[in-house]
């Protein structure tokens, strides 16, 4: 069924569209923050053995050892200095091409799917540096961790900021670009694609603009999670060039690898002589800044020598099959689902919040 933008669709101003993205997506992304904190522990944990492994028992550990805000909501102000201007670019960026494409009258079903692509490209301007600052304060936790030797030490989110600029330049805040918008982009347009769709079809179903809590939630959740469970395989092998454990010397990776620099690594006590392992590990170990969404290789998963995508989904179907592009498609469809639910639930509240307060005539809204 194609959906139409004149089936009584409304277009409220920009200006509401973007502040209602910022809201409801930075929102998202806080209540989620936690699980993301545990899942950048499992992936980058330099130990061995791993010091974190089932996702109730690291959230215990690091709740128990650390508390909340140093520990499982760490790297939180990076992440909301990221997620409210990034969120804030990719609606207004996704209002503004759909409403043109329709105009001109593009397929809907493209419309939707190329404005999530564009919109994507244009906020990751934003994210991606905060997600190189966010994942590794989110590793390291608090300064000075006892608990924890991630290879990272910084006092918070400037100083981070300062010593990667000084230490490793400008464009190591932007690592893993390439790679991030392999996964985000298509993840972006399918979900905003489903998404529009889902909505279309409620509020037939219900024949009002008006299709309650529950369904609101309900579209959202699906949209996102079944753009969630399609993209997995891409990012099966996003999460495997970031975190498997490079016999690569780090001075011949790819500008493309988060990687840990050798100066940011913490220099063990003189009376207690690193673990020759452990240590090793930590310098060549890149982190995975992806969703929680895909589980680590299984053990004695072949490594990925090249840094390109596609070449990786071959290596994985040729040696795993199918199944080793959709592993860990379970815990990436529940948390795609919830925080596409809650930051779309929030983008419609408050939008509808927005135009209560200061109403809008429908002649200008049409612009």
């Not at 996003?238 to 490079?246: A, C, F, G, P, W």
């Amino acid at each position: 069924m194609t959906i139409s933008d004149g089936d009584g669709e409304r277009r409220p101003p920009y200006i509401y569209s973007m502040l209602a993205g910022g809201l409801g997506g930075t929102t998202g992304d806080m209540l989620m923050h936690s699980l993301d904190t545990v899942k950048t522990r499992q992936q980058g944990d330099p130990h061995l053995p791993p010091k974190y492994t089932s996702l109730g028992s690291s959230y215990y550990t690091i709740w128990r050892q650390e508390g909340i805000r140093r520990g499982l909501y760490g790297g939180w102000l990076p992440a909301m200095m990221g997620s409210f201007p990034g969120t804030v670019l990719f609606f207004g960026t996704y209002e503004w091409s759909k409403r043109h494409m329709l105009d001109y009258g593009v397929q809907a079903h493209l419309s939707y799917l190329t404005a999530g692509f564009i919109g994507d490209l244009a906020a990751s301007i934003v994210y991606v540096p905060s997600e190189v600052l966010k994942t590794r304060l989110q590793l390291q936790g608090r300064f000075n961790n006892p608990y924890f030797k991630s290879g990272y030490n910084y006092k918070g989110t400037f100083d981070a900021a300062r010593t990667i600029v000084r230490t490793e330049g400008v464009s190591e805040l932007f690592s893993g670009y390439k790679a991030t918008l392999y996964r985000d982009l298509p993840f972006s347009a399918l979900q905003f694609m489903f998404y529009e769709q889902f909505q279309h079809w409620a509020r037939e179903w219900k024949d009002s603009r008006d299709i309650g809590v529950r369904l609101e939630l309900l579209t959202g959740a699906a949209g996102g999670g079944l753009a969630g469970v399609i993209t997995c395989p891409l990012d099966v092998v996003k999460t495997r060039l970031q975190t498997q454990i490079d016999p690569v010397p780090v001075s011949h990776k790819s500008k493309d690898r988060v990687k840990l620099d050798s100066k940011s690594i913490i220099k063990e006590s003189p009376a207690k002589p690193p673990n020759p392992v452990s240590s090793a590990n930590a310098q060549i170990r890149p982190i995975s800044t992806s969703s929680p969404s895909t589980s680590l290789p299984r053990p004695g998963a072949i490594p990925l020598d090249e840094d390109s995508i596609f070449k990786g989904l071959r290596l994985i179907y040729k040696t795993e099959g199918i199944g080793g592009w959709f592993r860990g498609v379970g815990p990436r469809f529940v948390w795609t689902s919830v925080q596409s639910g809650c930051m779309l639930f929030l983008y419609q509240t408050i939008l509808r919040q927005l135009e209560t307060w200061r109403p809008v005539e429908r002649q200008d809204m049409s612009h």
